[in-house]
C-alpha cells in the first residue's frame, strides 16, 4: 500500500538556522508530492508540489524541496527559519499517477522556532 | 466566498446523537473531499465528490457516517450515532478539476469533540 513517513514528530531550530524536514514515500511509480503546511486554528496551506521536470522545486514563504527518485524522498527546506514557520508540516502523495483526487498524508511535523 | 468555508467551527456533542458537518467551496470548484484528522492518526481521506460522478467513498469509516453534495456545490458530512472515536477535526477541500494537477484547497474544519 502506498504509504508516506515523516520520521520526526516534532522538530526545534532556533531563529535564523536552516531546516530540514524529511520525507520518504512508498509507491511504485513517481507520485505527485506536496508539502502543506497547517498554523495553529487554521486549515492547510500548500507550500510547494512536485509534478515533473527539475527536482528542486520552489514554494512559497521561501521554503523548497528535492525530489530525490533514488531515495524516495522529498524532503522540505529553508536556509534561514523565522517564528512565523513555528507550524505543523504536512508531507501528501496522490496514489494514482496524475490524479490528485486522493492525497496521501504524513503524520506531520510539529516544528517549533526558539527566538 | 474567496476560501472553503466550514460549519460549525466547533461541534460538542453527546454519544450518540446525529451530527451534520457543512462545507461551502470555492466557487467554480467541481471537486470537493472530506478528511478527517485525529490525534496520532494523520490526515485520512474520507470521500470525493467530483461534479456529477458517483462519490469515491472508500475512506468512509464506517456506515455511520455518509455525505452528500447538493447541486455541485455545498457538501453535507452526516455523522450518525456519534461515538467517542469519531472525535477529530473535519477539513473540506476543493480543487478545479483534479486530474489537471490542480491545487487542492482546504478549509479552516469542523472540530467535533464527543461526549
Known amino acids: 500500500a502506498q504509504s508516506v513517513t515523516q520520521p520526526d514528530i516534532h522538530i526545534t531550530v532556533s531563529e535564523g538556522a536552516s531546516l530540514e524536514l524529511r520525507c520518504n514515500y512508498s509507491y511504485g511509480a513517481t507520485p505527485y508530492l506536496f508539502w502543506y503546511v497547517q498554523s495553529p486554528g487554521q486549515g492547510l496551506q500548500l507550500l510547494l508540489k512536485y509534478f515533473s521536470g527539475d527536482t528542486l522545486v520552489q514554494g512559497i514563504k521561501g521554503f523548497e524541496a528535492e525530489f530525490k527518485r533514488s531515495q524516495s524522498s522529498f524532503n522540505l527546506r529553508k536556509p534561514s527559519v523565522h517564528w512565523s514557520d513555528a507550524a505543523e508540516y504536512f508531507c501528501?502523495?496522490?496514489?494514482?499517477?496524475?490524479?490528485?483526487?486522493?492525497?496521501?498524508f504524513g503524520t506531520g511535523t510539529l516544528l517549533a522556532v526558539q527566538p | 466566498g474567496a476560501g472553503v468555508s466550514q460549519s460549525p467551527s466547533n461541534k460538542v456533542t453527546e454519544k450518540g446523537k446525529d451530527v451534520e458537518l457543512r462545507c461551502d467551496p470555492i466557487?467554480?470548484?467541481?471537486?470537493l473531499y472530506w478528511y478527517r484528522q485525529s490525534l496520532g492518526q494523520g490526515l485520512e481521506f474520507l470521500i470525493y465528490?467530483?461534479?456529477?460522478?458517483?462519490?469515491?467513498k472508500s475512506g468512509l469509516p464506517s456506515d455511520r457516517f455518509s455525505a452528500e453534495r447538493t447541486g455541485g456545490s455545498v457538501s453535507t458530512l452526516t455523522i450518525q450515532r456519534t461515538q467517542q472515536e469519531d472525535s477529530a477535526v473535519y477539513l473540506c477541500a476543493s480543487s478545479l478539476d483534479p486530474f489537471s494537477g490542480n491545487t487542492i484547497y482546504f478549509g479552516e474544519g469542523s472540530w467535533l469533540t464527543v461526549v
Open positions: 501528501a502523495v496522490t496514489p494514482y499517477g496524475g490524479a490528485t483526487n486522493k492525497l496521501i
Open positions: 466557487s467554480g470548484h467541481t471537486a
Open positions: 465528490f467530483q461534479g456529477n460522478s458517483a462519490p469515491d
